[in-house]
């Protein structure tokens, strides 16, 4: 079975400052991996997927994802947050060829002024 | 292109009441996921169609909880007979196709069962 791990449940940082935010996965096969974020009263929007190839992968307003195969991690990542940052940001896994999400239990972000 | 609709937004029921909960996925979507958040269990998968068929509800509670996709466009969640357990946030996704896919969420419909 497959799992994911965000061992922070809450991260506060400054606005400006860089930003990583932790994700370990458990799977015995090459996973698809996912970071969705989700804003108060709203539903999870797709950061940035991560399928194959390079191990760093873009995504939306600045942020990156790096896969590690040797650490099981796809650890996230953003130079200069914003305040707007601000929100709770989930890791998520599928197997190969599956369907069904494994989501981690999310980590908290607080961009502080 | 609008996203994926979810309604209500909210609905609360008392206690041994049914709740009947919305999901328009977005359109040329043909795979369908229904999920409940809450704090103490976090994202919970409970069920999957795809072309209209149910493929997976190894998710669902085994009683007072059933989900139907009757049309291309929308599915529903049905939970009979409320309780308080059952208050949480409902989300449904859909993906252009079941398995690599992306899913992309809805806002979710926070059910409070009093």
């Known amino acids: 079975a497959q799992s994911v791990t965000q061992p922070d449940a809450r991260v506060t940082v400054s606005e400006g400052a860089s930003l990583q935010l932790r994700c370990k996965y458990s799977y015995s096969g090459t996973p698809y991996l996912f970071w969705y974020v989700q804003y108060p009263r709203q539903g999870l929007q797709l950061l940035l997927k991560?399928?194959?190839?390079?191990?760093v992968v873009q995504g939306v307003n600045g942020f990156e994802a790096e896969f590690s195969k040797s650490n099981s991690s796809f650890h996230l990542r953003k130079a200069s947050v914003h305040w707007s940052d601000s929100a709770v940001y989930f890791c998520?896994?599928?197997?190969?060829?599956?369907?069904?999400?494994?989501f981690g239990s999310g980590t908290r972000l607080l961009v502080s002024p | 292109n609008a996203g994926v609709i979810q309604t209500p937004r909210h609905k609360v029921t008392g206690k041994g009441q049914e709740a009947t909960l919305w999901c328009e996925p977005i359109s040329g979507h043909s795979a369908v996921f229904w999920y409940r958040q809450t704090i103490v269990q976090g994202l919970e998968f409970l069920t999957y169609f795809r072309n209209q068929a149910p493929i997976d509800d190894s998710g669902m509670p085994k009683e007072r909880f059933s989900a139907q996709m009757p049309n291309q466009s929308h599915s529903t969640l049905k939970i009979q007979s409320t309780q308080p357990q059952d208050s949480a946030v409902y989300l449904c996704?859909?993906?252009?196709?079941?398995?690599?896919?992306?899913?992309?969420f809805g806002p979710g419909t926070r059910l409070t069962v009093l």
């Open positions: 998520a896994l599928t197997r190969t060829g599956g369907y069904k999400v494994v």
């Open positions: 991560y399928y194959s190839g390079d191990p």
């Open positions: 996704a859909s993906s252009f196709s079941g398995g690599v896919y992306e899913q992309y």
